[in-house]
């Protein structure tokens, strides 16, 4: 009898580790699942780059000291550019090399001033839809159970209309 229940609680402790392991570690990978992949990433600015030439529809960029060890720089694609008073999108690398880079210039919203300093942006465009695409907005809330959320007003011509919402990090903390 003493050695069946010694056997039982080696089988129910065998039981509650594997138990605890996988809690634990369904716990561990969905946190690196969340950050990884469902929450959204809030550290937009990236290299910090000089403007050595603007010419039309091009822009020459250079890595400063203050870039670290970022290269999001020489990747290709589309990128957002922001400086002080500004906005623009970089698309595809014309010239590279090993600290300077020309791409395909946009401006959204003025121009850089050649020697000054700039960042690249993980989104193409500004966050604010005015800014953005120019179009006339207005700042508003809607309240929810959760709640008050700000939000954009853009007027429109027509009798449908439409509610985009994204992001989680610009939402107030739920309220127990």
């Known amino acids: 009898m003493i050695r069946w229940a010694g056997w039982k609680a080696a089988v129910l402790l065998i039981l509650l580790v594997?138990?605890?392991?996988?809690?634990?570690?369904?716990?561990y990978f969905s946190n690196l699942?969340?950050?990884?992949?469902?929450?959204?990433?809030r550290e937009n600015l990236?290299?910090?780059?000089?403007?050595?030439?603007?010419?039309?529809d091009s822009i020459t960029l250079q890595v400063t000291s203050e870039g670290g060890e970022d290269r999001s720089w020489n990747k290709?694609?589309?990128?957002?550019?922001r400086w002080e008073d500004g906005y623009a999108r970089v698309g595809d690398i014309l010239q590279i090399d090993d600290s300077?880079?020309?791409?395909?210039?946009?401006?959204?919203?003025?121009?850089?001033?050649?020697g000054g300093l700039v960042r690249l942006y993980?989104?193409?465009?500004?966050?604010?839809?005015?800014?953005?695409?120019g179009l006339p907005t207005q700042k508003v809330s809607f309240s929810s159970t959760l709640g008050s959320f700000p939000a954009w007003f853009i007027e429109g011509s027509r009798t449908t209309w439409v509610i985009f919402v994204h992001g989680k990090r610009d939402a107030p903390p739920r309220q127990s």
Do not use: M, Q, T
């Open 100 to 114: 300077k880079v020309v791409r395909k210039f946009f401006p959204l919203k003025g121009e850089p001033e050649v």
């Open 76 to 81: 290709d694609g589309i990128w957002g550019l």
């Open 33 to 41: 699942l969340l950050k990884g992949a469902l929450e959204p990433r």
């Open 46 to 56: 990236r290299s910090i780059l000089k403007v050595v030439a603007l010419d039309g």
């Open 18 to 27: 594997a138990v605890a392991f996988l809690l634990g570690g369904g716990w």
């Open 122 to 133: 993980l989104f193409a465009f500004p966050d604010n839809p005015e800014e953005a695409f």
